[in-house]
């Protein structure tokens, strides 16, 4: 079990020209994975081009988001002392080839998911809140974290989503705003959950896709009240939705196993 995660934004920090931009969300602001106008090392080691790094509790596999003087990110944390569940195969629609690909019973632990703010200077730590702790019903790939999943700020409320186990919305300075439990994923062969929800105005969109019954949804950012639900017939997949206007209308374009669909932002249709 590792008990410690690094992170290391020397590029992000060090970039130059254009380092003043926020990057909001999973794969930047415009969901492209580019940054536009910085000037980045094209080297950098442990001492070469590292302007800070600072260990983290836990073990999370989400990008870190910008904005401001301030980076946030998500971290799982294992508790001691837990009891783990069963193994996959043992449950309900569970086979040997899951217990195999999925972590075992034996590597699943209790986790406490938290958020931290981090000053982009310096890397202090500015404020770190737990979101809960919970026992996950399975296991994950061994490559995956319990904290997969990539917070999404708009400069007003930052959006931490760990899955099966709760959307939270806070403020920046870290004051709870709302939370929403949407139920527990049960994803294929065990591999876990990582998708990230779509931040948009004032709606927030989950893509829950899974191996029991799929849908997508769209929740106010302010208060975490469901606008609209529509069920999916999609197994699991790791997507993350994408809000586009295209002739004056919002769509939410998605991506499964079976199909691409896109919804109205509005309405759901």
């Given amino acids: 079990m590792r008990a410690k995660a690094f992170i290391g934004l020397a590029v992000l920090v060090a970039a130059g020209a254009g380092a003043e931009e926020n990057w909001t969300r999973w794969r930047g602001s415009d969901?492209?994975?580019?940054?536009?106008?910085?000037?980045?090392p094209m080297t950098w080691s442990e001492t070469d081009n590292v302007?800070?790094?600072?260990?983290?509790?836990?073990?999370?596999?989400?990008?870190?988001?910008?904005?401001?003087?301030?980076?946030?990110?998500?971290?799982?944390?294992?508790?001691?002392?837990?009891?783990?569940?069963?193994?996959p195969h043992?449950?309900?629609?569970?086979?040997?080839?899951?217990?195999?690909r999925g972590e075992m019973s034996s590597g699943v632990v209790e986790q406490e998911f938290k958020v931290l703010a981090i000053h982009r200077d310096d890397g202090r730590i500015v404020w770190e809140?737990?979101?809960?702790?919970?026992?996950?019903?399975?296991?994950?790939?061994?490559?995956?974290s319990y904290?997969?999943?990539?917070?999404?700020?708009?400069?007003?409320?930052?959006?931490?989503?760990?899955?099966?186990?709760?959307?939270?919305?806070?403020?920046?300075?870290?004051?709870l705003k709302?939370?929403?439990?949407?139920?527990?994923?049960?994803?294929?062969?065990?591999?876990?959950?990582?998708?990230?929800?779509?931040?948009?105005?004032?709606?927030?969109?989950?893509?829950w896709d899974h191996e029991k019954d799929s849908f997508i949804a769209a929740l106010d950012k302010n208060t975490g009240e469901e606008r609209w639900r529509k069920d999916r017939a999609e197994v699991t997949s790791?997507?993350?939705?994408?809000?586009?206007?295209?002739?004056?209308r919002f769509q939410v374009i998605t991506t499964g196993t079976s199909n691409v669909t896109s919804y109205d932002l509005e309405t759901g249709d």
């Avoid at 600072?54 to 009891?83: F, Q």
């Avoid at 939370?179 to 893509?207: I, N």
């Fill in 178 to 207: 709302w939370s929403k439990d949407l139920g527990d994923m049960y994803t294929r062969s065990g591999f876990g959950e990582g998708a990230t929800p779509a931040l948009h105005g004032d709606t927030v969109v989950v893509q």
């Fill in 238 to 248: 790791w997507g993350t939705p994408l809000v586009v206007e295209h002739e004056g």
């Fill in 31 to 40: 969901m492209s994975g580019i940054a536009t106008n910085v000037n980045p």
């Fill in 51 to 87: 302007a800070w790094k600072v260990a983290l509790p836990g073990h999370g596999s989400s990008t870190p988001v910008i904005w401001g003087d301030h980076l946030y990110v998500l971290t799982a944390v294992p508790v001691d002392g837990s009891t783990p569940p069963l193994p």
């Fill in 129 to 144: 809140r737990s979101a809960g702790k919970a026992l996950p019903h399975e296991g994950k790939q061994q490559n995956n």
């Fill in 147 to 175: 904290a997969s999943s990539s917070a999404s700020t708009d400069g007003e409320v930052l959006i931490a989503y760990f899955g099966s186990w709760g959307i939270y919305a806070y403020d920046l300075e870290g004051n």
């Fill in 90 to 100: 043992a449950r309900e629609g569970g086979t040997d080839s899951q217990s195999r």
